[in-house]
């Protein structure tokens, strides 16, 4: 009887332990497919210019309000048919995801910056450093986001810095907190004690031992993030305090057709659309990506 509990233990184990490869193999094809919708979002919005059929500012009010499939006098359809100005909705669409990106990328690399910084100091440093970078998380948190972003825009004026400013600076805390999270942890480990006791500054540590073993994290909170910018620049424009018009942006053009949502829902649609497929496969990838990196998952 004992002798058979052996035998059968590998036939349930060998299951579990092939599927896990299988599992992994799968994620990376969706890590890769999202990657390359943002390349070829990226792609057409660096190409805005030669792909888009129209000017994206160009009003003709005998074109306003015109349904998807339209044929212009001059024989050219507008795709997606044309708002209350008579302008392309295909092409402010297109032109559009140049401003979701700028600011997406820019407030990516922002809200990094200050976060890692800040958490790195507070997780290594501790005490009244960490004390300090946490409470002011804290207090960011508790304080609504909406209510800081008009001061700001209020005091600086809505311009394009602005918004990457805003929109950045309202993402440092996620990469603050877990960034702190882990160097705490890391910080009591044995090789970090033996490279102190070697004489090894307190740079050489953060850029050559604790940037590497948490690259990871970083990595996948700037993709997330990256949907979260996305959006969070869609709402500002929304509301009048991101992107002003004539330049597209999603945000904007979501705005300018809710008027007309019951005579001409195309041009509040189509924008809404797009936003809602870049923000969830970014935000998928963020998350297929944390699946991939997981240290739990990679198995032996």
Do not use: C
């Amino acid at each position: 009887m004992a002798s058979s509990i052996p035998a059968s233990a590998p036939a349930e184990v060998a299951p579990a332990a092939a599927a896990l490869p299988t599992t992994r193999r799968r994620t990376r094809r969706l890590v890769i497919a999202g990657g390359l919708f943002v390349v070829a979002l990226t792609a057409m919005a660096v190409t805005a210019p030669w792909i888009a059929p129209r000017d994206p500012e160009r009003q003709s009010l005998r074109a306003r309000l015109k349904a998807p499939g339209w044929e212009a006098p001059d024989g050219r359809a507008h795709v997606l048919g044309t708002d209350h100005l008579g302008r392309d909705i295909l092409s402010r669409v297109i032109y559009g995801a140049r401003v979701s990106l700028i600011v997406g990328f820019a407030a990516v690399v922002v809200g990094g910056l200050v976060g890692a910084t800040l958490g790195i100091m507070a997780g290594f440093r501790g005490g009244f450093v960490d004390t300090v970078v946490m409470t002011l998380a804290d207090a960011q948190l508790a304080f609504p986001f909406i209510l800081l972003a008009i001061g700001i825009i209020a005091v600086l004026g809505p311009s394009f810095p602005t918004l990457i400013v805003v929109v950045g600076l309202s993402g440092w805390v996620g990469y603050a907190r877990i960034l702190r999270s882990q160097v705490l942890v890391l910080r009591s480990r044995e090789f970090i004690d033996a490279i102190h006791a070697l004489g090894g500054s307190v740079g050489r540590i953060v850029i050559r031992h604790l940037l590497p073993n948490v690259a990871s994290s970083l990595i996948v909170i700037a993709t997330l993030e990256l949907a979260r910018a996305i959006v969070l620049e869609a709402t500002l424009s929304f509301l009048g305090l991101g992107i002003q018009p004539p330049t597209p942006s999603w945000g904007g053009m979501i705005h300018e057709g809710r008027e007309y949502l019951d005579s001409a829902w195309w041009i509040s649609t189509f924008p809404g659309l797009v936003l809602m497929a870049t923000s969830l496969v970014v935000s998928r990838t963020g998350d297929w990506l944390r699946d991939l990196l997981d240290p739990t998952l990679r198995g032996e």
